[in-house]
């Protein structure tokens, strides 16, 4: 007999924080790791002020992130030629393999909620050094 929906239905309660590749310490959400999700998943991405991701894509994987609370620029691209500034409300999506990394620079915490067509948000992370150093510099410069 196969099992029905409500046999792996599952609740994730706040508390639970991790790691990402990214630099950035994420609220865990619902996901592999913690309800054995294997196409999609959602976690928090909570932003102090100056707080800014590692410069990576995902690989093979779409993105769609709302932000919840505050504003937070998104700067993407090959060569993070692009900036968009995000306000509360206002949705992202970023498709599979697009180079990117939000950085709060709004003086102000924001908060975003993250949706990744995977199961988990780490898996498929590709990091871009080059870039990361790239994106430093033109903070500076600024």
Known sequence: MALSGTDHFAVVKPGRTYQGKQGITYGAGASAETVGAEKV??????????????????????????????????????????????????QAFCPADVPH??????????TWIVVHSSGSDQEGIVMLPELDARLAAMLKAT
């Open 41 to 90: 998943c959602m976690n928090v991405m909570p932003m102090p002020p100056g707080a800014r991701a590692k410069v990576h894509y995902h690989k093979g994987i779409e993105t769609i992130a709302y932000l919840l609370e505050g504003e937070c620029a998104v700067y993407y691209g090959d060569a993070l030629e692009h900036r968009v500034v995000l306000k509360a409300g206002e």
């Open 101 to 110: 990394a939000p950085a709060n620079e709004s003086g102000q915490p924001c």
